[in-house]
């Protein structure tokens, strides 16, 4: 089945730029997304990037997707304490109407 | 804009004790479903549906029961509670396919 995977920590110094890396095996997947999840509270979507697209940039957000590899990475610049938090990769496919998500990274901000 | 009410936020149960999460949304959106997030397990789907009267099971369907009798509500039920349904439970809807899931706080249920 589906699969989605992502490793569980990441920890970064205040200003430096994080690469959070997700790897899916649905060659079919239409649409990949970040969401972010801070403590004590729901997923928010942070970005999503098509299947026909390599990269999507959004401010201090960029997604880069290699779909030969099924390999999909959200790279934040300067990032600032406040963007400690838990980053899920997560996939839909064309009419399954499910979305499946990755284990969440991690993300510690060091001051 | 109240988006997707989750309630209760916290539970305690004895095994064997049954209970209803509630799950509403005031976006009109065809598409529910319910998760729960355990640790370095992600978010696992348990049920979802694509409409009123219209239900399928996720990845762990086991032990839970869910019926969408109208667009507004997903009710998630626990017949039987067990220890390995201690989670935190989130609620999540979107109005197509594809389209950016809105989630809920979550539930977190503890079963002892």
């Known amino acids: 089945g589906e699969d989605v995977e992502q490793s569980l920590f990441l920890s970064v110094r205040e200003g430096d730029s994080s690469v959070i890396n997700c790897t899916y095996t649905?060659?079919?997947?239409?649409?990949l997304y970040w969401y972010k999840q801070e403590p004590g509270a729901g997923l928010q979507l942070l970005t999503y990037?098509?299947?026909?697209?390599d990269m999507k940039q959004d401010q201090r957000l960029t997604v880069l997707l290699n779909k030969k590899d099924k390999h999909l990475s959200l790279r934040i610049a300067d990032t600032q304490t406040g963007d400690s938090a838990i980053y899920f990769c997560?996939?839909?496919?064309?009419?399954?109407?499910?979305?499946?998500f990755g284990t969440g990274t991690r993300l510690k901000v060091l001051a | 804009n109240a988006g997707v009410t989750q309630t209760p936020k916290f539970q305690v149960l004895k095994t064997g004790q049954s209970m209803t999460l509630q799950c509403a949304q005031d976006?009109?959106?065809?598409?529910m479903s319910w998760y729960r997030q355990d640790p370095g397990m992600g978010l696992r789907l348990i049920h979802y549906?694509?409409?009123?009267?219209?239900?399928d099971q996720g990845e762990v369907p086991n032990g839970y029961n869910v019926s969408r009798s109208t667009t507004e509500d997903f009710p998630l039920r626990l017949l039987s509670a067990a220890p390995s349904q201690t989670s935190v439970y989130f609620c999540?809807?979107?109005?197509?396919?594809?389209?950016?899931?809105?989630f809920g706080q979550g539930t977190r249920l503890t079963v002892v």
């Open positions: 999540a809807s979107s109005s197509t396919w594809g389209s950016e899931a809105f």
């Open positions: 976006m009109n959106h065809e598409y």
């Open positions: 549906s694509v409409g009123a009267g219209i239900t």
């Open positions: 990037i098509f299947s026909n697209m």
């Open positions: 649905d060659s079919s997947s239409t649409y």
């Open positions: 997560a996939e839909s496919t064309s009419g399954t109407y499910k979305y499946i």
